[in-house]
């Protein structure tokens, strides 16, 4: 059974700072991951996806990959109290088109 | 700019009643999909679907049906609601060989 693993914290950190979010999965067949953002009482919103290893950048947002090690990361930096929500990462085989999700990590942003 | 729809956002029901959960995109998305959210909990996938008329399990199927007469549409009916089934319910789709999903807005289920 394919497994995606996240600490479900909470993982607080101070606004400025920088959250650093992981991710571990156990298909060695994956080839697309996903990062989706998930406010309280409302929907994930996928915010973050990358396919090749290394690095992808968008805005404050970082997606790392390491396929070697099955880890896939999110850094946010320059946290900001908006951020405070629940990461999911969710990972698909290729060609499944059907993503496993992890649990999710909860992150607080502190002033 | 709809996206995906979700009805109703919230349901109470008495154990062994049955309801549908209705599910309307309008992004001519192939792909849809029902999931589960227990509090604390990732996302569980019930049942997802490629296309009008082909369904198919996901991994907690077990008192669900589902069925997809158009491309737009994709209800989830409950039949012989159990407690266990007190959820949150997603629906989402995407594009063939895209994978992001798009979420609606959630419902709320409460069996008591």
């Known amino acids: 059974q394919k497994e995606v693993e996240q600490n479900s914290g909470p993982l607080s950190v101070p606004e400025g700072a920088i959250a650093s979010l992981n991710c571990t999965y156990s298909?060695?067949?994956?080839?697309?991951f996903f990062w989706y953002r998930q406010y309280s009482g409302k929907s994930p919103e996928l915010i973050m996806f990358?396919?090749?290893?290394g690095d992808k950048e968008d805005g404050r947002f970082t997606a790392q990959l390491n396929k070697a090690s099955q880890y896939v990361s999110l850094l946010i930096r320059d946290s900001q109290p908006s951020d405070s929500a629940t990461y999911l990462c969710?990972?698909?085989?290729?060609?499944?088109?059907?993503?496993?999700f992890g649990r999710g990590t909860s992150l607080i942003v502190h002033p | 700019n709809a996206g995906v729809t979700q009805t109703p956002k919230f349901r109470i029901l008495k154990i062994g009643q049955s309801m549908t959960l209705q599910c309307t995109q309008d992004?001519?998305?192939?792909?849809m999909y029902w999931y589960r959210q227990d509090p604390g909990m990732g996302l569980k996938l019930i049942y997802y679907?490629?296309?009008?008329?082909?369904?198919d399990k996901g991994e907690v199927p077990n008192g669900y049906n589902v069925s997809r007469s158009t491309t737009e549409d994709f209800p989830l009916r409950l039949e012989l609601a159990a407690p266990s089934q007190t959820s949150v319910y997603f629906c989402?789709?995407?594009?063939?060989?895209?994978?992001?999903?798009?979420f609606g807005s959630g419902t709320q289920l409460s069996v008591l």
């Open positions: 969710a990972v698909s085989s290729g060609g499944s088109y059907i993503p496993t």
């Open positions: 298909d060695r067949g994956s080839q697309s």
């Open positions: 989402a789709s995407s594009q063939i060989a895209d994978e992001k999903l798009f």
């Open positions: 992004m001519n998305h192939n792909y």
């Open positions: 990358i396919y090749s290893n």
């Open positions: 679907s490629v296309g009008a008329g082909i369904t």
